[in-house]
């Protein structure tokens, strides 16, 4: 099945507003209106509004980098799915390994936010990956099913089909190291048969991205891999044009 490329950007705490409508227009004027890539920017919460209405008429997409399982309550400091829908938000980033490691986020609860967002129209974008150990010690794809199995055993199978999932493997983000294509196949791989031995047409319609020191010079070549289905990109994504060639090496 052919699937439509689709690269983030992860700005995580980056950002504000001058620097936000600067890379925007230059961005903007690069990339004119998108075609055979998807392209979704996720910036810092309280920018939403603001990139909601640079983004206007664009074609590309915005996305939060996290989101509360509930729909509203006395959560100080929490932001929720309904809240995201509504300031223009279609995807979410869930359990990205910042927030699991620094922020001591669960399997549990980063289950609970993937099932948040499907309630509220959100594409989960749920990010897995091994760290440095776990991979020395062989144990990758364990990692990774057990981080699969949490959001399977909470939301069912069918909540895959349409989703997102990014493979970030742990010593690979913002370490200069990057995955070779083969590492990063071989995880997409295991991810995409894993989800199909239980629907193949969730696994089927499912974008796998990779995630971790993604640059303009090695994107072709991941973008290159069967399962590859995009990237999911931090620190390269704060110049724009470093990006905008980023998301070229997926349109092909
Ligand atoms: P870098 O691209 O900076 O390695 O970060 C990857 C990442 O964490 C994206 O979510």
């Not at 004119?32 to 664009?58: A, H, N």
């Not at 196949?185 to 974008?207: D, T």
């Not at 991205?209 to 995009?230: F, H, I, K």
Request: hydrophobic share 45%; net charge negative.
């Amino acid at each position: 099945m052919k699937r439509t490329p689709l690269v983030v950007a992860n700005w995580k705490m980056h950002g504000q507003s001058e620097w936000i409508k600067h890379y925007i227009h230059e961005f903007v004027k690069a990339v004119g209106k998108p075609g055979q890539c998807e392209i979704v920017l996720c910036p810092p919460f309280v920018y939403l509004s603001q990139l909601q209405v640079l983004l206007r008429e664009t074609g590309l997409g915005m996305g939060a980098q996290n989101l509360h399982d509930s729909e509203q309550g006395a959560f100080t400091g929490e932001v929720s799915g309904p809240m995201l829908k509504e300031i223009g938000c279609s995807y979410v980033v869930v359990g990205h390994s910042e927030r699991r490691r620094l922020f001591g986020e669960t399997d549990a609860q980063v289950a609970a936010k993937f099932a948040a967002a499907r309630l509220y129209s959100l594409v989960p974008i749920l990010c897995v990956g091994e760290n440095e150990a776990e991979r020395a010690a062989g144990t990758t794809e364990r990692i990774v099913q057990r981080q699969l199995d949490a959001v399977l055993h909470v939301c069912g199978i069918d909540a895959f089909a349409g989703a997102v999932i990014a493979y970030e493997p742990v010593w690979a983000i913002g370490t200069g190291v990057t995955a070779t294509p083969a590492q990063a196949q071989a995880a997409h791989g295991f991810i995409r048969n894993y989800i199909a031995s239980h629907s193949e047409a969730s696994a089927g319609s499912m974008r796998i991205l990779y995630g971790g020191s993604v640059r303009a010079g090695n994107a072709a070549e991941l973008a290159q891999q069967q399962d590859v289905d995009g990237a999911l990109v931090g620190g390269a994504s704060l110049a724009a044009k470093e990006f905008l060639a980023i998301c070229a090496g997926f349109t092909g």
